[in-house]
């Protein structure tokens, strides 16, 4: 596969003699109307951290989008033995995937909810390519949010408001999250170009 991530990328793992291509069209966040993908029930936010050889994916909606001084933030939050969180830990970066609001979409998203990366390989089982680079991201998203962190933070008991000492209880009986905040480096519409056939 050769990638580059400005001019999108031909990836030729398909049938011989056919080559496909996808655009990255770099946007700006306000163009995604991202509050629409946010949803207590469903996890729609696909994060990926890694590389070539060692990456996972996972589904998330425990997630935010702000401001910081003059940036705009992802804030993340994951469990202590989260699979993902020891790629993120270990890199600094990761991506965030939308992929296109559809029942095919769902059942993937199903799918990885369900899965874990210590025990499969989530792209095999769902059908989803990487796209190898320093900040992997998925062939079959819709937008693509590549993400740097800039602080981590273990949530902690002691500094729960009073209000909220029995939230914290109930909700983290199993440990405490940590919360990543990261600048969103770049932001990505995944376009599709036509496939061809190699002359």
Known sequence: MLYNEIDGYFNFNLKKGEKTMKEFKQIELKDINILS???PEEEN???VSGDNKHHNAMVTNQISFGRMRDKDI??????KDFYTRGYIEKKGRFSINLLPKSDASREILDKLAHLSGKDSD???ETGLTLIPDKTPKIEEAEYVLTCRVIYRSHLEKDS???K???YAKEEYENGFDYAYVAEI???Y???DAESSKAE
Do not use: D
């Open 37 to 39: 993908y946010l949803s």
């Open 122 to 124: 989530k792209f095999q």
């Open 160 to 162: 729960f408001f009073k």
């Open 164 to 166: 909220y000492k029995k």
């Open 185 to 187: 480096k770049k932001v």
């Open 189 to 191: 519409k995944v376009i």
């Open 45 to 47: 936010f696909v994060i």
């Open 74 to 79: 992802a804030t993340i939050y994951l469990g």
